[in-house]
Nanobody, 127 residues
Framework: QVQLVESGGGLVQAGGSLRLSCATS????????MGWFRQAPGKEREFVAA????????RYSDSVKGRFIISRDNAKNTVYLQMNSLKPEDTAVYYC????????????????????WGHGTEVSVSS
């Protein structure tokens, strides 16, 4: 059974930082690219970042590029999202996800290319 458990969310002031973690189990972690998405109240889920199986390739949305860093620790089956210079518009529930394509090193930026999802962790950024 595949499980993804996000942690690290919370309330932070604008300009601050948070580090999200997503611990996985029940899958061959090194065989899948991973992604982070977010959903703000009243808005659709949107892509944030993705990382390839080895970690050698990453992709970011324009809204977070230069502020967020995605990384992974294949020994710990965990993916991270370091969020710096946070803005109120970053407020959302953040979800990690496993790419659907086994063995691929693509970094998809659309939700329908991800097969497993965590339950999310809430991030609130105050102004």
């Amino acid at each position: 059974q595949v499980q993804l458990v996000e942690s690290g969310g919370g309330l932070v002031q604008a300009g601050g930082s948070l580090r999200l973690s997503c611990a996985t189990s029940g899958l061959s972690f090194t065989m899948y690219s991973m992604g982070w998405f977010r959903q703000a109240p009243g808005k659709e889920r949107e892509f944030v970042a993705a990382i390839s199986r080895s970690g050698g390739s990453t992709r970011y949305s324009d809204s977070v590029k230069g502020r967020f860093i995605i990384s992974r620790d294949n020994a710990k089956n965990t993916v991270y999202l370091q969020m710096n210079s946070l803005k109120p518009e970053d407020t959302a529930v953040y979800y990690c996800a496993v790419a659907s394509e086994w063995g691929s090193s693509r970094t998809p930026d659309v939700a329908n290319e991800y097969g497993y999802w965590g339950h999310g962790t809430e991030v609130s950024v105050s102004s």
